[in-house]
T-cell receptor, first 111, second 114 residues
Framework: NAGVTQTPKFQVLKTGQSMTLQCAQDMNHNSMYWYRQDPGMGLRLIYY???????DKGEVPNGYNVSRLNKREFSLRLESAAPSQTSVYFCASPDPGREQFFGPGTRLTVL | SQKIEQNSEALNIQEGKTATLTCNYT??????LQWYRQDPGRGPVFLLL?????KEKRKERLKVTFDTTLKQSLFHITASQPADSATYLC?????????????FGKGTRLSVIA
């Protein structure tokens, strides 16, 4: 039982390049979330998926797209990366009314 | 929208003392409130959950209180140890939370000095 896994752990992109961050959970949870964490800003919600087949914008969705591929997987795509998207990205999946499980994070640098 | 303030960005205390961290919120009262620990380079890890009808929750050396009148939660670590050094985040769930994501505070970085 791995919980929430994310790939890659680290990534360096040039401005304008695209990439997809992958997230998977093996807890059979309905919901999955993507956050970014920046110094002094805390965790900010980018997009979330309350159930398979649905996605909704969070606090900071601009420049990102998501896909809820199936119940296990929720990916985050940067179509044209910008330096402002340099951040640490966390995927999370809650046990409703209980704890939220986080992945180990992806550290992204956009040059 | 809900605003959350964790009283200080950083807190230094001596080993053996009790650390007290504060989480204040505005607007609606949450259905429940959670506290997480985050170590450098890692994702947050759940510590405790307290519901709106509970005043206090304990787990080993950890204690959380919830005062809906003051709109405040206090998080205490008794007999603190250097291993308790980390960033602590509070998070709130909306009154009808369902699948609505938690709202997180910015965190307080605790350093326990030996």
């Amino acid at each position: 039982n791995a919980g929430v896994t994310q790939t890659p752990k680290f990534q360096v992109l040039k401005t304008g390049q695209s990439m997809t961050l992958q997230c998977a959970q093996d807890m059979n949870h309905n919901s999955m979330y993507w956050y970014r964490q920046d110094p002094g800003m805390g965790l900010r919600l980018i997009y979330y998926s309350a159930s398979e087949g649905t996605t909704d914008k969070g606090e900071v969705p601009n420049g990102y797209n998501v896909s809820r591929l199936n119940k296990r997987e929720f990916s985050l795509r940067l179509e044209s990366a910008a330096p402002s998207q340099t951040s640490v990205y966390f995927c999370a999946s809650p046990d409703p009314g209980r704890e939220q499980f986080f992945g180990p994070g992806t550290r992204l640098t956009v040059l | 929208s809900q605003k959350i303030e964790q009283n200080s960005e950083a807190l230094n205390i001596q080993e053996g003392k009790t650390a007290t961290l504060t989480c204040n919120y505005t607007n609606y009262s949450p259905a429940y409130l959670q506290w997480y620990r985050q170590d450098p380079g890692r994702g947050p890890v759940f510590l405790l959950l307290i519901r709106e009808n509970e005043k206090e929750k304990r787990k080993e050396r950890l204690k959380v209180t919830f005062d809906t009148t003051l709109k405040q939660s206090l998080f205490h670590i008794t007999a603190s140890q250097p291993a308790d050094s980390a960033t602590y985040l509070c998070a709130l769930a909306r009154p009808i939370s369902g699948n609505t994501p938690l709202v997180f505070g910015k965190g307080t970085r605790l350093s326990v000095i030996a």
